[in-house]
Every structure is written in C-alpha cells, then in structure tokens.
C-alpha cells in the first residue's frame, strides 16, 4: 500500500496557486481523511525567474513538463494550466504515462470531454473535471454519485457569474451595461475580453458537460443554442420587472423521449422563483429528476479558492481511489445515442416587446397573428413609446407554445406593415 501521495502541478496561476494553498493549509486533515501525506512535487511553469508569492520550495517548479511525467513517484497530474491546446495535450499525455487527471479546464472537457475520458478508461486512469463548472458548487459528483440512482429529465440555472453579476447591477442599482461590465472587470469577475460571457459561449460549454452528464449523451458545442445578453434592450429589465419578472441568463437542458433540447440565453423567471433571487457572481442549477423531484445548488461560480476547493475534492477522490486500487474502474460509455429536438417539439411561454403604429385596429390585427398560429395570449400590455413620434409599444406574454409557433409569429410580426419592429423577445419560465 501507498505511504504517500505526490502531486504534479500544471500551471500556477490565480487557480493553481489556491490549489498549492489549501493543499498546505489542509495538509493535517487531509492525511487525517486518507491516511496517508498528500504533496505537491512538481509545478510546470512557464518563467522559473518569475517571483511568486507561495511557501513552496523553488526546487519544485520546471519547466519541462516531461520531467513531471516521466518522475514514476508523481501519482496524480492537477491540470490548472488552462488553454484548449496545451491542456487537451497536457491531459493526454498524462493519461498515456498511465497517471490520473484533475483538470478544471471546461474548455478542453466540452469539445474534447468524451474522447479524453475514452482514453482515461482505456489507460486505466481517472479523469475528474468537478471544477469545469459552477466553481466551488459539487455539481459533477452530486449528478455522478448522490443522483445516480435517478433519471434526470431536465437542468436549468445559472452557470456565469460574469453576466448573472452585470444584470444585477442593471437590475438592482440603474447601471448601463457598459457601467456593469466595467465594474465586473475590475473586481476581476470579467475577463479583459468579456465576449465569451456575454455572448454566452462561456455558459454554453459548461452546458455540454452539464448535459452530456446529466442525460449519458454525447452532446456537442454545436448542438447549444446560444443568444448572448447582447440581445437584452434598453427598457428591457424595467419592463419585466413591472410585469413581476426578472431577466436571467441561463443555460438548460432537457430530455424526453423526442430527444434532448440545450440552450443559454436570457430568460424570463417570475419574480418569487428562487432563480431570480440569486444575484451577483453567484451561481445557481436546478436539477429534475424523476424520483427526486427538484433540487437546487447554489454558490460562488468562480474565484481562486471555490474553484480550489473543487480541484481539491477531485484530488481527494483520486487518492482515495489509488489508496484503494480502483481508479480508472469507472467506465464512461454514453448510454443514449444522440439526438436532437425539433423546434416544433420544444415548448415554453414566451415574452414578445413589439413596436407598433398607434392608431385604431392594430391591436386586433396582432392578435389575429397570434390565433392563426394557434397560440394564446396570457397577458397584454400596451406602453407609450419613447420616441417623439405616435408609436406604441405592445408586451405580449403567450401561454406555453412550440419554439416553431413562436417563430412563425416573429416572421408575420417583422411581415406586418403596423409593426415597426419587433424589439425583443424571451422564453419564460418557472410559472
């Protein structure tokens, strides 16, 4: 049996050095928990000349990442260094020298996830990704292990704190969303280039290895819907607001016996659901299962320390496996082939902000619209506009219609010579 287990380090940034300090900080109640010391031997890095500020013996960081690989006393590779290139590379390399990976690189794990775990199960290694998504909130091994016994059907939440943290400036304190973004950037919840939040690619990947997990599916980047919050107009959130909801950005998921649907986009939740409480970085997934019923988690999404704390866990994990002579014994093969949704099988309420012609019959001639096409209207309200001319805005919330209904109103909306525009649009959720 193992008397100790030695790390390999890769990457020590604002991640990696919170690794390297819970693992020292916790190193008491961590032997305490296995058994055995847990130790970080080597860190990869890029400048040995560069001054950092940790405990750890400068003898410890390299350069070379083969040093680390090919050291028969490293037993674990933590792979913090981030990059879709090098770290699919790192990760795959590590699992060929037959050691196993924790990883928090979200990026690598939705476009490569299914191939690298293949390879892990193929090499008699574990691969743990806990921290890809949701920072510090056990998202990854709750789906794993505390619902495995269950059939998850659908997710939805709120997996950005970047973006959850701008609308809750927008929302709560008036600002523009350049204001938000600007503020998110400096308190280093934004990234210097923020288009992969805002646009929604972020939340997107975490949403493939959400669903991939959840429904034992190969999904893909590609099969995600994706409208990013570039989409929310000026009046937007005060108009929702008045109406009793609040505007999310959220990623879900669902499966049914037509397939699965995956999407992030902005949101309608009525103002009493728990999800739009949740405000900040904070980040927060419903999960229905099909004997548990609903279930939320919520906590911070990202930061140095949460994020380590998930690390750290998968770190445990790993060892205990090791300790035990079973890692890699978990096979990762889908269970479902993959398969998409129509349009016309996904369904939701769905709010519509029109810019219309204020003059006698137009109302009546929307209304038409919407009964032609087999949808009702659950409410209707009518606002002066905001331009100098003799516009009106009309705020249309449907009962539950098809995605394919919903479009065919937009296109005879955008057709119809009393519309001026249609200014924007939103699922709603949580009635």
């Known amino acids: 049996m193992k008397n100790e287990i030695n790390i390999g380090l890769l990457g020590f940034g604002v991640v990696g050095s919170g690794v390297a300090k819970i693992l020292n900080d916790h190193r008491i109640d961590l032997q305490h928990k296995l058994g055995v010391p847990v130790s970080i031997k080597k860190v990869l890095i890029k400048d040995k000349s560069k001054k950092r500020d940790t405990i750890l013996d400068p003898e410890v960081f390299t ?7 090919n050291d028969p006393t490293i037993d674990l590779i933590v792979e913090v260094m981030g990059g879709i290139t090098e770290g699919k590379e790192a990760i795959e390399l590590s699992l060929n020298a037959g050691k196993g990976v924790v990883t928090a690189n979200k990026d690598v794990m939705a476009e490569s996830g299914h191939d690298l775990l293949r390879l892990a199960d193929e090499n008699k290694c574990d691969l743990f990704y806990e921290a890809s998504v949701g920072g ?5 091994r709750t789906m794993e292990d505390g619902l495995a016994s269950d059939r998850i059907t659908a997710l939805t939440g709120i997996i950005n704190g970047t973006t959850n943290f701008i609308l809750t400036k927008m929302k709560y304190e008036k600002m523009s969303y350049e204001d938000a973004l600007a503020e998110a950037t400096e308190l280093g919840f934004a990234e ?3 288009s992969s939040d805002v646009d929604g690619i972020d939340a997107a990947r975490k949403m493939v ?3 991939s997990l959840a429904f034992s599916m190969e999904v893909k980047l590609d099969d995600v819907f994706v409208r990013g919050m570039k989409d929310i107009k000026d009046g937007d959130l005060e108009l929702a607001a008045g109406l ?3 505007v999310k950005m959220v990623g879900s998921a669902e499966m049914d016996e037509g397939g699965i649907a995956v999407s992030v986009e902005p949101v309608l939740f009525p103002d009493s659901h728990p999800l739009a409480t949740v405000n900040n970085e904070y980040n927060a997934v419903y999960i229905y299962g099909d004997a548990v ?3 939320m988690f919520y906590g911070p999404g990202a930061g140095s320390l ?3 704390t998930s690390i750290t866990a998968d770190v445990i994990a790993a060892c205990r496996n090791l300790l035990l002579g079973v890692n890699g014994k978990r096979l990762h093969a889908s269970q479902h082939e993959r398969k998409l949704k129509e349009d016309c099988d996904r369904f939701a309420s769905y709010f519509h902000r029109i810019l219309v012609k204020d003059k006698i019959g137009v109302l009546s001639n929307l209304a038409a619209i919407y009964s032609k096409h087999a949808v009702s209207l659950a409410s209707v309200v009518q606002h002066p506009s905001n331009d100098q001319v003799e516009n009106a805005e009309l705020v249309f919330i449907t009962h539950r219609m ?3 209904q919903h479009l065919d109103v937009l296109q005879e909306l955008n057709n119809t010579p009393d519309v001026i525009s249609v200014l924007s649009h939103y699922r709603v959720e949580g009635e």
């Open 63 to 69: 350069t070379s990442l083969d040093e680390i690989l």
């Open 136 to 140: 510090g909130i056990p998202l990854i």
């Open 192 to 194: 210097a280039d923020p």
């Open 209 to 211: 290895i959400l669903a």
């Open 244 to 246: 009793g909801y609040t």
């Open 293 to 295: 019923g609903e279930t």
């Open 306 to 308: 949460p994020t380590a």
């Open 402 to 404: 098809s995605r394919q």
